[in-house]
């Protein structure tokens, strides 16, 4: 008879609740509610940073010589929209007022307009904000300006923990004091555990999912990109690079002649140092001689996106293409760091161009700029 009963009971009790209310099932809570608070993520759609269309030219023997990406992380969609709101998040600054993209702002080439940047208790840093396009093709173990940091994943934690830039060194209690914060907001354990499995919060694993993201910033939609795309020929010197392209000015075109060839060859040389297509820095380069007697030997980020950059060298000390250009051809000071490349027979270099060769190697410079990066939606601010 109990067994009889205990229908009618059930059916009584929910014949008491108000049309308008139904019964709740705590068993499956939504799983991202804090996500979908307070990003415009939505985590069963992710954006798709995996899937890169590279041009024939990205082959693999600029893989296996510039690609930095370590085999115990790769991109994944999961672990780069953690980086990304890693990036864009100011509550990773001490006093909840800069991000990452404070100084790395997409619309300037993921760099700063501002020759130095400003931290996050408005003291400035003393180098420029370098651009992060074709980071994942910096060849060697070297990272910042002063090659201080060993990979991209030992890079993205450290200005967190710089004084000045977002204050969570170690008398604003480190890295540790940064997790505990990050713990209280209700996106995190629910992005780590998309990306990793289960929500726990780590130094390491911030610095996996943020160089994630930045690896994922390729830029192959230039001008130079389509154009060496319709001369590209394995079979032709140096693939086809040489050839005029279609797509360019006869200035373009000659330009990118003076900056391919080497001085002796009636060229600038550029390329010397400068490695096409990815037009990263070569691991043996070392000062370009902007001070004299210069020590200290600094990296370059890649010339891909130069043209959407406001400020230039590793102190923003020029603001114009033209005026990096006429450093080389003749500014070059000596000192102990400066590359042999600019030395020849011992001395700085004299290249004497002429202002029409200036001119077309800024022309040619300005073809590589590349505003998808800036553009395109998975690399923008995903804060509601």
């Known amino acids: 008879m109990k067994r009889v009963l205990i229908i009618p009971l059930a059916l009584s009790i929910l014949a008491c609740q108000p049309e308008d209310e139904q019964p709740v099932d705590n068993a499956n809570p939504n799983q991202y509610a804090g996500i979908e608070a307070a990003l415009n993520i ?96 910096y060849e060697g173990e070297s990272f910042f300006w002063d090659k201080r940091a060993a990979t991209l994943e030992a890079q993205t934690t450290q200005p967190i923990q710089n004084e000045v830039e977002m204050g969570f060194d170690a008398s604003n209690g480190g890295i540790a004091a940064l997790i505990a914060k990050m713990e209280d907001l209700d996106y995190y354990p629910e992005l780590f555990e998309l990306a990793f499995g289960d929500d726990q919060i780590t130094e390491a694993r911030m610095q996996f999912a943020m160089a994630q993201f930045i690896r994922s910033m390729i830029s192959v939609n ?91 060298m590793h102190d923003g000390r020029f603001s114009t293409l033209l005026e990096v250009v006429e450093h080389y051809d003749n500014g070059v000071l000596d000192g102990p760091a400066l590359d042999n490349r600019l030395r020849p027979g011992g001395q700085p270099q004299q290249l004497n161009l002429t202002q029409v060769e200036k001119n077309a190697l800024v022309a040619f410079l300005e073809t590589l700029g590349d505003n998808t990066l800036m553009t395109d939606s998975k690399y923008g601010d995903p804060f509601k």
């Open 42 to 137: 939505d985590p069963e759609n992710l954006p798709d940073y995996v899937n890169q269309q590279f041009p024939a030219f990205y082959d693999n023997d600029v893989f296996a010589r510039f690609d930095n990406t370590p085999a115990n992380n790769m991109i994944t969609n999961e672990g780069a929209t953690l980086g990304r709101v890693l990036f864009y998040d100011e509550e990773l600054s001490f006093n909840g007022t800069v991000s990452c993209a404070s100084c790395h702002t997409p619309n300037d080439a993921f760099s700063d307009p501002d020759q130095f940047s400003t931290g996050f208790e408005g003291g400035l840093t003393d180098v420029h904000s370098m651009r992060l396009a074709n980071s994942r093709f």
């Open 222 to 312: 230039s001008k130079f990109d389509a154009g060496y795309a319709q001369v590209y020929n394995l079979n032709a010197p140096g693939n086809g690079i040489r050839a005029d392209f279609p797509n360019f000015t006869a200035q373009e075109n000659t330009g990118k002649g003076l900056f391919l060839d080497p001085p002796n060859a009636g060229g600038a040389g550029c390329a010397g140092c400068h490695v096409p297509p990815v037009f990263t820095l070569d691991v043996a380069s070392r000062s370009n001689g902007l001070d004299a007697g210069e020590t200290v030997v600094f990296k370059s980020p890649s010339l891909k996106t130069v043209e959407d950059g406001q400020h230039f």
